[in-house]
């Protein structure tokens, strides 16, 4: 298989690191230069931080959305006579991908979308910077839920965590312990 060799590994970071230099340009030589922003620039903000990452996201998701109900579609059996209806059913593991999926979507395009809107439109900085530190805060809340919701989702980083406050919580009731004991001797 082809995603699983170093080829394609190396095509991977390539491109991602070509992407990573080129796609900044725009905004470094429009800082450096002694005109104003044009309308343009604030577009291309909007869109590489809002609508191409959630471009990418989307087509990703309907794409393991798609091989994920596929497999359940072979895996799972169905009783006799029923494997000929066209019927779409979705499972429970598939409505959950989708639940969790909709759900990181909305709350990026959400939280990061009306900051890089706010930045687009206004151009005579008419809007108190108040409103843009509230939008800013949203915009990392937002990512912050993303970031808890795929601990959440995760079984094997939860366990790890779990494992991780377990042993943790132990180690401090043994140093508590330890300290309530030498405490005791003087």
Known sequence: MFFKTKKWLVLCLSSQWILGLLVPLPLISSQYSNR?????????????????????????????FMHVHSSTRRV?????????????????????????????????VGGCGPIFLLIAIDFQGTVTA??????????????????????????????????KYYRMAQTLSYCKNYL???LLME
């Open 36 to 64: 104003v922003e044009s309308w343009w620039m604030s577009i291309y903000q909007i869109m590489i931080n809002v609508f191409i990452p959630a471009l990418v996201s989307f087509v990703f998701n309907t794409l393991i």
């Open 76 to 108: 799972r059996c169905f009783p006799e006579g029923e494997h000929h209806r066209s019927a779409v059913r979705i499972s429970r593991r598939d409505l959950y991908l989708l639940r969790n999926m909709i759900y990181t979507f909305a709350v990026y």
């Open 130 to 163: 108040v409103v843009y530190v509230i939008l800013a805060i949203v915009a990392e809340a937002s990512l912050f839920s993303i970031i808890i919701n795929l601990f959440r989702c995760n079984k094997k980083i939860r366990t790890l965590l779990e494992d």
């Open 180 to 182: 309530a004991e030498i």
